[in-house]
């Protein structure tokens, strides 16, 4: 299963919390269009008897593209890629762009997954996070969605400072009045020259509270769990068919492209990104070049690639993988510097399928990241 991310570079303003590559200038829309269709057709050769079975659009701001301009990337896809029967393809949507107009237009298209950015419910959260839609239209996009597809993921943002746990447990229950099958959920993090550095450091605003995000994420994963959802990945609740196909691939190792400016490719032994600045992306795309940097991984990058991957979801690290794929070095490597987290009962070494696999427990799953960095090899 390989997969086909094209980024959409524009905003119709910046998120304080957002260090994603976008503009809020949308005159160079038309053209940038145009050069992820030839950025298609110079990649092709790159998946030469892959089929593709995943299309994500991601941004940015994906719905601000109107039908004309999805249908025209989604037929250079399958113009220069083979393509499974029925793939998903999802499409991240701001709710303001998500009308009843441009609900019934993108279920008449072959868009077949929406992702829509809530991230609250509540309009101070919104506001003080500088989103685009209010409360009201977080809600009432949902109204509309709801009634032409099934497979729709929320983002929700948790651990925003001084958000009580009933007001954490108000955002979810809204989630679930609406029959949602699948959830997206992030703390606030701080990323470096972002607004939202910018006012924490000025004293504008009140500093991340790791503690108080800590207790948001374990709410969530006990309230999801016993609305029938799975916690498959660290970050993402599916009920059960729901699951992200696209962004699994990406967690299991499976190849994949990126299309646009700043998109990252992987192609299980190399990776690469295109240059994050639409000016220059559309300079060397007409030039018949592809605007990017790429790495040889090598085996230890390999290794690092899957235990940082595979620790966060519910498919775990196989230690038989790592010593078939990786030599028996790595594998005692992990093993021991996994010692401490068997010991403080972090991680847990589990028999699956005749294979030893070793997973984070319900206790070491927001410290997953740390762990993991741990166990990397240098």
Same mark, same amino acid.
């Given at each position: 299963?390989?997969?086909?991310?094209?980024?959409?570079?524009?905003?119709? #303003?910046?998120?304080?919390?957002?260090?994603f590559h976008?503009?809020?200038? /949308?005159?160079?829309?038309?053209?940038?269009?145009?050069?992820?269709?030839?950025?298609?057709?110079?990649?092709?050769?790159?998946?030469?008897?892959?089929? =593709?079975?995943?299309? &994500?659009?991601?941004?940015?701001?994906?719905?601000?593209?109107?039908?004309?301009?999805?249908?025209?990337?989604?037929?250079?896809? &399958?113009?220069?890629?083979? =393509?499974?029967?029925?793939?998903?393809?999802?499409?991240?949507?701001?709710?303001?762009?998500?009308?009843?107009?441009?609900?019934?237009? /993108?279920?008449?298209?072959?868009?077949?997954?929406?992702?829509?950015?809530? #991230?609250?419910?509540?309009?101070?959260?919104?506001?003080?996070?500088?989103?685009?839609?209010?409360?009201?239209?977080?809600?009432?996009?949902l +109204?509309?969605? *709801?009634r032409?597809?099934?497979?729709?993921?929320?983002?929700?943002?948790?651990?925003?400072?001084?958000?009580?746990?009933?007001?954490? #447990?108000?955002? /979810?229950?809204?989630?679930?009045?609406?029959?949602?099958?699948?959830?997206?959920?992030?703390?606030? $993090?701080?990323?470096?020259? $972002?607004?939202?550095?910018?006012?924490?450091?000025?004293? $504008?605003y009140?500093?991340?509270?790791?503690?108080?995000?800590?207790?948001?994420?374990?709410?969530?994963?006990?309230?999801?769990?016993?609305?029938?959802?799975?916690?498959?990945?660290?970050?993402?609740?599916?009920?059960?068919?729901?699951?992200?196909?696209?962004?699994?691939?990406?967690?299991?190792?499976?190849? !994949?492209?990126?299309?646009?400016?700043?998109?990252?490719?992987?192609?299980?032994? $190399?990776?690469?990104?295109?240059?994050?600045n639409?000016?220059? !992306?559309?300079?060397?795309?007409? #030039?018949?070049?592809?605007? +990017?940097?790429?790495? =040889?991984?090598?085996?230890?990058?390999? !290794?690092?690639?899957? =235990?940082?991957?595979?620790?966060?979801?519910?498919?775990?690290?196989? /230690?038989?993988?790592?010593?078939?794929?990786?030599? *028996?070095? &790595?594998?005692?490597?992990?093993?021991? +510097?996994?010692?401490?987290?068997?010991?403080?009962?972090?991680?847990?070494?589990?028999?699956?399928?005749?294979?030893?696999?070793?997973?984070?427990?319900?206790?070491?799953?927001?410290?997953?990241?740390?762990?993991?960095?741990?166990l990397?090899?240098?």
């Open positions: 299963m390989s997969g086909i991310y094209i980024h959409i570079p524009f905003c119709k #303003q910046a998120c304080h919390y957002c260090d976008f503009s809020t200038s /949308l005159k160079k829309k038309e053209t940038l269009i145009q050069a992820l269709i030839t950025e298609l057709e110079l990649r092709k050769k790159a998946f030469d008897n892959v089929i =593709v079975s995943t299309i &994500y659009f991601g941004g940015g701001t994906p719905s601000l593209l109107s039908d004309e301009e999805i249908q025209a990337i989604i037929k250079a896809v &399958y113009k220069n890629f083979e =393509v499974a029967e029925n793939p998903e393809i999802t499409l991240e949507a701001n709710p303001d762009d998500l009308t009843d107009a441009k609900i019934k237009e /993108l279920a008449a298209s072959p868009i077949n997954r929406l992702s829509i950015g809530i #991230q609250s419910f509540f309009e101070d959260d919104l506001k003080a996070m500088n989103r685009a839609h209010n409360a009201s239209e977080a809600q009432a996009c +109204e509309k969605a *709801t032409y597809f099934d497979n729709i993921t929320i983002d929700l943002i948790y651990g925003i400072p001084n958000m009580s746990l009933e007001k954490w #447990q108000q955002n /979810l229950d809204i989630a679930f009045q609406f029959g949602i099958n699948h959830i997206s959920s992030y703390a606030l $993090t701080v990323e470096p020259k $972002t607004a939202l550095d910018s006012f924490i450091k000025k004293g $504008t009140p500093p991340v509270n790791e503690a108080l995000a800590q207790s948001h994420f374990n709410h969530l994963v006990a309230e999801t769990k016993k609305q029938g959802f799975v916690h498959y990945e660290i970050s993402n609740f599916g009920k059960p068919h729901f699951f992200s196909k696209h962004n699994t691939s990406y967690w299991q190792g499976k190849p !994949y492209l990126g299309i646009g400016p700043s998109a990252h490719s992987f192609l299980g032994k $190399t990776r690469s990104w295109n240059v994050a639409n000016t220059k !992306y559309i300079q060397a795309i007409s #030039q018949g070049e592809l605007p +990017e940097t790429s790495e =040889v991984l090598s085996v230890t990058d390999q !290794y690092n690639e899957y =235990v940082m991957t595979g620790l966060r979801t519910i498919w775990g690290v196989s /230690l038989d993988k790592i010593e078939n794929d990786f030599g *028996t070095v &790595y594998k005692n490597f992990i093993l021991k +510097e996994a010692e401490i987290f068997l010991s403080k009962t972090l991680l847990v070494v589990e028999k699956e399928n005749h294979q030893s696999v070793l997973k984070t427990t319900s206790k070491g799953k927001f410290l997953v990241d740390g762990i993991a960095s741990e990397f090899m240098i």
